[in-house]
């Protein structure tokens, strides 16, 4: 099932990489994987707990150059192993509403999005797809000016050469 983009709510971002899609999935659902590659560099991830399952939880902590950390969990809404992963931050684990966000929290915590991850396989390796859903054109536009399209394919990039290095 493909959701059509809605330019007023939604980013999108969508590379090939060179690695096959077993790996790719791999590096979206593995927590040792995924700590490597999942924010831009100097920042890094410091836990990641993923529960691959409708209604699991994907949990992690960013951490900025300087220590600090960041704290974001989400629920899985749907899990098609090596072909699509949607999950939303505006659930937690078991589909239960997650808090509102605190005036002292990061930035980001404050979007409120929904994400489909698509993998298809291809001659070159795989077509990565992502699509970004928010609630309201302040979302997507915040969101987008967080620098969404430089950090993604940031991360992607990231990704695709750490899975280079690895067997298939």
Request: charged share 25%.
């Amino acid at each position: 099932m493909t959701i059509s983009i809605d330019t007023r709510l939604d980013l999108a971002i969508e590379r090939e990489l060179a690695v096959p899609v077993g790996l790719v999935w791999r590096g979206l659902t593995e927590p040792d994987l995924l700590r490597q590659w999942f924010c831009p560099k100097p920042w890094g991830v410091s836990e990641c707990r993923i529960d691959l399952r409708p209604g699991g939880e994907f949990h992690t902590v960013m951490r900025d150059p300087d220590g600090r950390e960041y704290p974001d969990t989400a629920c899985f809404l749907e899990v098609v192993v090596e072909k699509r992963l949607v999950w939303t931050s505006v659930l937690v684990a078991d589909y239960r509403p997650a808090a509102p966000a605190t005036a002292d929290e990061k930035e980001c915590a404050h979007i409120a999005m929904t994400v489909i991850v698509e993998l298809e396989q291809i001659p070159a390796g795989t077509r990565y797809r992502a699509h970004v859903m928010h609630n309201a054109p302040e979302q997507r536009q915040a969101h987008e000016a967080m620098g969404f399209h430089e950090g993604w394919g940031t991360t992607i990039t990231q990704l695709e050469e750490l899975l280079q290095q690895k067997p298939a």
